[in-house]
């Protein structure tokens, strides 16, 4: 499975930014994805997942500030995670990979929070 996310940056505390990640791969059989973020001293922990269906779950503060939303292709399926209302605990590198049982990690994209 290949995971590439981007979409990372430097943002403003009360900012929006919008995660991208394509995966690819021996997919067919993963049915849920899930956007992880991992900060400095701290184990990586889920933030939303969503299955193949659409339907998402939220972790924690990411409830009503996240969206995640998957769009389906015959080789690879796009994730995107939509932040809005951003502050300094969110800083961190997010990462996509499938849910519950991550693959391999890929590189993930740095979010700082910062002003």
């Known amino acids: 499975v290949q995971l590439q996310a981007s979409g990372g940056g430097l943002v403003q505390p009360g900012g929006s930014l919008t995660l991208t990640c394509v995966v690819s791969?021996?997919?067919?059989?993963?049915?849920?994805w899930g956007w992880y973020r991992q900060t400095p001293g701290e184990d990586r922990e889920l933030v939303a997942r969503?299955?193949?269906?659409?339907?998402?779950?939220?972790e924690g503060t990411a409830k009503g500030r996240f969206t995640v939303t998957i769009s389906r292709g015959n080789t690879k399926n796009t994730l995107s995670l939509q932040m809005k209302s951003l502050n300094t605990a969110d800083t961190g590198i997010y990462y996509c990979?499938?849910?519950?049982?991550?693959?391999?990690w890929g590189k993930g994209t740095l979010v700082t929070v910062s002003s």
């Open positions: 990979n499938s849910w519950p049982t991550p693959r391999d």
């Open positions: 791969g021996d997919i067919a059989e993963i049915y849920s």
């Open positions: 969503v299955h193949i269906s659409g339907n998402a779950v939220y």
